[in-house]
């Protein structure tokens, strides 16, 4: 990975979210946080100090080296690249791009040794004019455009979610096998003659004409789940059974 | 957009959740919520009905039309493709899939008019082995593995955010101009033409055969810039009061 963008809050007023924000960067990966003017004096009071930290669900570490400052110039000072996160236009000229967009221009520039920041704004209020202008770009997340306000916490989280996904090689779309193998074709093939066999002697098939389709059709359903070499045992199994059901039936 | 997935939450505890998962569904352009059996007994009494619409934001729309189930059967019984979201590795056989998989999936069965749904397990337990087996596939969000859980709004945001993603036509990265008009290639060889001038007048370039150089880093500021009309306006009066400024000095 990529060193994480910085993130940094803009005078955040409930200190549960600050503690839901650590948990985002902890889910997605991101490490340092700072503060600009929390309306909570730091150090916090016991009080402040255990509402944040339940809602962090454990995400002390970040708490814990999360910096201060008392105005935002102060707080992206040594910062290269930075990123203002709003869902409004403003009516200055400005680079807008989406999450997905900006991960990839983040990236490049984490690669490239810049240090780059994303700023979130204060709960309601969100940026202003006067902390956009100290950013290079905006992000702006698409949402539902009715009803677009998110939680200060899930901004953060849907940032990071990005951060993470673009960097990260879980398989998109697998069969989890556990300790299991896959079938043989030999396996299905052993199976469909038994399937076939068995059905012939239950009258299943109503006319030779039908029959290729018929059985074309039920290996297909079997083949789609991609079976393990335990679970055709399995099927062999329930042949057997109802075979013997229906033996003992007819006797 | 094509008719989203149901959202089913199983046995949910907090009502903050369940206010939270309506807000992150209206966010994302969802709109069905399930609950099966919830902690709190339906209908809600006035005090946990209060907490949860707070938790909310308004998104009242969705809260007022969830269905209460007793079984997750009853809840399922109508949907024709089912995803359970997981963190976990169960011991069975199963086909994973990562959010922003998942989605182009589900799109493509919504358009073939199946009914899908989506399903997220209680807090803190998530969904365990006899619910999966309802599922016909499970939903993995990638996180950092050390830190992976999630609040459960927080994990139905991140399958709105992917579902909205993918359905919306925002430009990934663009200039938002407002009213202002893109500067035209005169309108900088103008600006540059002058500023040329001016820096000779001033003796910026230390020798001529360095001036070339210099004068395409200028223009290569400006122009990476993408001025607007107005702006190229702006540095030209920036330009008048400078050199004003210098003859005012010098007199």
Known sequence: MKTPPVIILVEPQLVENIGMTAR???????????????RDPWPLGEVHRQRMAAASSGADEILHNAKIFATLPDAIADLQYIYATTGRTHDMVNR????????????ARAGNGEK???MFGR??????????VLANAKI?????PVFASLNLAQAVLL?????????DATPADYVHLGGS????????????????????AGGFFVSEEMKPSMLRS??????RAAMTEQEVRTWHGVLTALAAGKRKGSA
């Open 218 to 223: 039920l290996q297909n359903t079997l083949q």
């Open 116 to 118: 780059v920041g994303v």
């Open 181 to 200: 193998v896959p079938a043989t074709r030999e396996d299905y093939l052993n199976f469909f003659r038994r399937l076939e066999a068995e059905l012939d």
């Open 24 to 38: 985002a960067m902890m889910n997605t990966g991101l490490c340092e946080l700072r503060l600009v003017d929390p």
């Open 140 to 144: 702006t997340i698409p949402l539902n």
């Open 96 to 107: 807008i791009m989406t999450p997905r967009a900006a991960i990839p221009d983040m990236i």
């Open 123 to 132: 709960e309601r209020t969100g940026l202003v004019n006067d902390h956009i």
């Open 159 to 167: 940032i990071g979610y990005e951060w993470y996904q673009a960097q």
